[in-house]
């Protein structure tokens, strides 16, 4: 019998939301919506709620290899065990993700394909366009969700409804190109025309017949990537090489928007109306749109104090926002980082991070506190010759067993207790305890307990960037040659 396994889609970078969003940390993984909750922890838990007749398999998770411990940390910080986390060696967009997916999947199940980076302020009405779907999509046809249009928008593709179906569904007229404003008006008004939304219901086996009559290219890759795959911890790992003789395409222009004129595949197109308060979260101008805003229009998040200021977006991560006198104006504050934008010119947000990596600035595709699988670490300040981390490790976990051949290291624990391996001895450190690495002597930090291990590290020597590492072991498979950092 089928059942319902979630297929998230977790790879972009969100180059639009930066200075929040980056590559090594981006909006998937980010709390935008003041909820405590990550985009990606919010998509694995929206399907709660669903029919229970529904039954649904722990999800499949498609991440960029890079990412991969950010996600499964995550998951299991929302108490979700067993789902299959896929690495992809390199991005290929959507198609040969799902594809990837279908392949882990029992051939019988239903996959149901969400984006990780969505907002949905109304999931019950998703549930409801699922159960709708699920007959549909049990019995051999791909069904996508098309989100019920409220303005005449430009910056998404249209779905034209045709003859409707069973269960609320219409077959599927065309597609349409993100439109001008007289056209996206003109769609408006029909009532024939829904926002493709990127969410796509189709049984395994239905999809890889699909892919082998319309990407049999893309399908082969992908299948004898995954006949070479590895399994490491919770990860799969397609074959590096065979996955990047992959072409790269989306679901929509690989396989939907064929399907339509195809009827002797025996994959029919659906398409199921959704008005669940869905928002993509492109930019900045939609995090505005969909946030609570007070009575002079203006959203916030953080310390932010608005004086005589209207329509805006107020985004704070470490220290006050005082804005004053502004009209339709996002400022965004990150540590190492302001924006500010029109809001009306939020989609040109990613030309400041291509300026970035053309003067090759890391802020470009990194933040000033940087997340590894064993915690994370905040540079605060530096110099030529020093510099100043704020460690903090999680409880159980541990560095790798390094050394550095250009710089030497003080400690200095401010909570919990820091198990140190240092040269052939171990020893303990307590709160306010220190101790010093010299240049070139191995080492190893670990958090016994059961709080998080905080230190302040203060580094010293003549080079001291992070590919300044030998790593010996480490706990969490990173290769020496590919990772830099602790």
Sequence with gaps: MSKLTPVILCGGNGTRLW???REHYPKQFLSLANDGQSMLQNTALRLAGVNPDI?????????????????AQQLQEQGIAGAKLVLEPAGRNTAPALTLAALVAEPSAVLLAMPADHVM????Q????????????????????????????????YIQKGVEERNGSFRIQSFAEKPTLELAEQYLRSGDYLWNSGLFM?????????????????LRACEQAMAQSSQDMDFIRPDSELFGACPADSIDYAVMEKLPVRP??????????????????????????????????????????????????????????????????VVVETPDAVLVVD??????????????????????????KVHRPWGWYDSIDGGSRFQVKRIVVNPGSQLSLQMHHHRAEHWVVVKGTAEV?????????????????????????????????????????????????????DTYGRAPELVSGK
């Design 55 to 71: 039954a649904q398999t722990c999800p499949v998770l498609v991440c960029n290899a890079d990412h991969r411990f950010l996600a």
């Design 264 to 329: 002797e595949l025996g994959v029919p197109a659906r398409v199921v109306p959704l008005d669940a308060g869905w928002s993509d979260l492109g930019a900045w101008d939609a995090l505005w749109d969909v946030l609570p805003r007070d009575a002079q229009g203006n959203a916030g998040s953080g310390e932010t104090l608005a004086i005589d200021t209207r329509n805006s977006l107020l985004f704070s991560e470490s220290r006050l926002i005082a804005a004053v006198g502004l009209d339709n104006v």
């Design 343 to 368: 809001k009306s010119r939020t989609q040109d947000v990613k030309k400041v991070v291509a300026e970035l990596k053309a003067q090759n600035r890391s802020m470009a595709s990194a933040h000033r």
């Design 121 to 124: 302020t109304r999931p019950e």
């Design 421 to 473: 391996t240092k040269g052939d001895e171990t020893f303990l450190l307590s709160e306010n305890e220190s101790t010093y690495i010299p240049l070139g002597h191995v080492h190893r930090l670990a958090n016994p307990g059961m709080v998080p291990l905080e230190i302040i590290e203060v580094q010293s020597g003549s080079y001291l960037g992070e590919d300044d590492i030998v790593r010996f072991e």
């Design 126 to 157: 998703l549930h409801r366009a699922v159960e709708a779907a699920w007959p549909l999509a049990s019995e051999g046809a791909m069904v996508t969700f098309g989100i019920v249009a409220n303005r005449p928008e430009t910056g998404y593709g």
């Design 19 to 21: 200075p929040l969003s």
């Design 202 to 218: 189709v049984r395994a086996d239905q999809w890889l017949k699909a892919m082998g009559a319309l990407q049999p290219e893309m």
